[in-house]
């Protein structure tokens, strides 16, 4: 279990990121077919193999500044409406992180909430809207409220997941109102949005790298 990430962990964590985006490269693409382009798994996964080299490069930097660099290397090899947002929510997470040397709660849970609300403003989504923020949102009130009671990483990092999969579920219910999915509205009932799928997948992916047995790593 890991209390804090540190500069030295960031390598681990986006390795393990690239290997689960390219593990779900295909679902992904049958997901976001249903009512989408399906490239979403395409994107994703150059994405996160794009950011994995970034971060290997950047050791010497912040966390803050490698994160942003992360950002900046997503956005140029996944110049998709998905990359951008990804790119823009690593870019304004790190931005906030300013100069902190590690990340436990209180940190991440700042993190999240940038993330967040760049990627709002730059997609323009509202919550049931059926997109990345309605699970973006949960994740960073789930951390914001875990770091006022002090809550240790990975319990933190635990109920925000669980929080996470409850609102991707909850994208069932919703109409999709945004991108190509909102032209098929009524076939959007009942699937899984499959940008809200990728949020779920950065911290489900998050939480494993924080809850494992650091010996393992």
Request: glycine share 10%.
């Amino acid at each position: 279990m890991m209390q804090r990430i540190g500069k030295t962990d960031l390598a681990g964590l986006f390795e393990r990121l690239r290997d689960v985006f390219a593990q779900q490269r295909a679902f992904l693409i049958e997901l976001d077919g249903k009512v989408g382009d399906s490239d979403l798994g395409i994107t994703m996964n150059k994405a996160f193999a794009a950011a994995f080299v970034s971060v290997q490069a950047n050791t010497g930097d912040s966390i803050g500044k490698t994160l942003q660099l992360a950002g900046m290397a997503i956005a140029k090899a996944a110049p998709s409406t998905m990359g951008t947002l990804t790119a823009t929510g690593f870019m304004s997470g790190g931005k906030a992180l300013g100069e902190c040397l590690t990340l436990s709660t209180a940190e991440w849970s700042v993190f999240w909430r940038a993330y967040h609300d760049a990627v709002a403003q730059r997609g323009k989504a509202q919550p049931g809207d059926k997109t990345v923020v309605d699970v973006l949102g949960p994740i960073a009130a789930s951390l914001e409220s875990s770091a006022k009671t002090q809550s240790p990483l990975p319990d933190a990092l635990t109920l925000a997941t669980e929080v996470a999969a409850q609102a991707l579920e909850a994208t069932r219910t919703m109409v999709a109102q945004h991108g190509k999915a909102a032209c098929f509205q009524e076939q959007s009932l009942g699937l899984q949005d499959a940008g809200a799928t990728v949020g779920f997948l950065l911290i489900d992916t998050l939480r494993a790298f924080a809850t494992q047995d650091e010996s393992m790593k």
